[in-house]
Structures are given as C-alpha cells and as structure tokens.
C-alpha cells in the first residue's frame, strides 16, 4: 500500500507509482494498494507485471481498511 490520508480519511494521489508497484512484485507480492488519484499512472506498469499482481485502488480509508485486514473469525489468529 502506498498514500497519504487526510485528517477526514480521504487517501491522496502520490508519486512513484511505476517504481513502487515493480519492487512489489520484485518482493514476490500480489496485491497492491493504490490511491485512486493514481488510476492514471497503472497504464505505465508493464502489462506482464499488471497480470501478475492485482491493483486496488482506495478512495477512503474505509476502502484501505476493507482490503488490508482480515474479516473477524477468519481463522487468521
């Protein structure tokens, strides 16, 4: 995940995108989370690492919350 969040929990465009989603899947991840300012930036990651890794995009830190924890009593403990 990368960003910057607002005091009111809205998730803010950043720079880097390209960099940041390749060491990613370098690190063997397969899931990333990108504000959604960046929508824009995903068509510069080459095509063969956007298959390999998926790509959330988050508006709200509800939204970052929804995909980064786990939902109580999913056997996670």
Do not use: F, W
């Amino acid at each position: 995940m990368t960003g910057e969040i607002t005091l009111k929990g809205r998730v803010l465009p950043v720079g880097g995108i390209k960099e940041k989603v390749l060491g990613a899947h370098r690190a063997g991840l397969r899931a990333v989370l990108l504000p959604a300012g960046n929508a824009r930036d995903i068509e510069t990651i080459p095509e063969e690492v956007r298959e390999a890794i998926a790509i959330h995009l988050c508006s709200t830190m509800d939204d970052v919350l929804e995909r980064s924890l786990m939902p109580a009593g999913s056997g996670a403990d």
